[in-house]
């Protein structure tokens, strides 16, 4: 009986901590999944040598609602933009030519993150279902702020945002559950 019961714990823990993290993949296959499945796609851009990535990673993405959110409503992408990964957007293949594998600390940006104007990390961008920028979002985010982000692309509420006091009365009303 222990060992039944002990069984059913273990299952339990495990499928528990696999529904908490997030489902990454890479640009390219969020691109190929959105032709099969229209569905948004949140984009982490980050460094290896970026210490509020890392911080992001362990705060905010391990987050058990923020990654069932996540995975729920979106698509989600881990892009090292300063790492050699080709990614074909928008009929364009992007890749780093001038990546050193041997250096240590920054590298150069890959061309699809430049493409994308990330000029910090980390910053997480936003794209609709059809692979169009919708926004990005620079800067460390603790799960609650990410969750205002998460919430107002996912829902199209952006979309009714079209000034600065629509924005502010938004953010003010914004009731957070994470």
Request: aromatic letters at 14%; charged letters at 25%; glycine letters at 2%.
């Amino acid at each position: 009986m222990r060992i039944i019961l002990l069984l059913i714990v273990l299952s339990t823990i495990s499928f528990t901590s696999q529904a908490q993290k997030i489902n990454w993949m890479t640009m390219n296959e969020a691109l190929a999944a959105q032709k099969k499945k229209p569905k948004k796609i949140f984009l982490d851009a980050y460094t290896d040598w970026c210490g509020p990535c890392k911080l992001m990673d362990k705060e905010t993405f391990s987050n058990p609602k923020v990654a069932a959110y996540i995975n729920k409503h979106f698509y989600a992408v881990k892009f090292n933009a300063e790492g050699t990964e080709v990614v074909n957007y928008n009929d364009f293949e992007y890749t780093n030519p001038n990546h050193d594998p041997n250096r240590k600390g920054r590298n150069s940006q890959h061309f699809f993150a430049n493409a994308l104007k990330i000029s910090a990390y980390p910053t997480v961008v936003f794209f609709d279902e059809d692979g169009n920028i919708i926004s990005p979002v620079v800067g460390f985010q603790t799960p609650e702020q990410l969750e205002l982000y998460l919430k107002m692309i996912a829902s199209d509420e952006y979309k009714e945002i079209t000034t600065q006091e629509k924005w502010e009365k938004y953010q003010k009303e914004f009731k957070s559950t994470f």
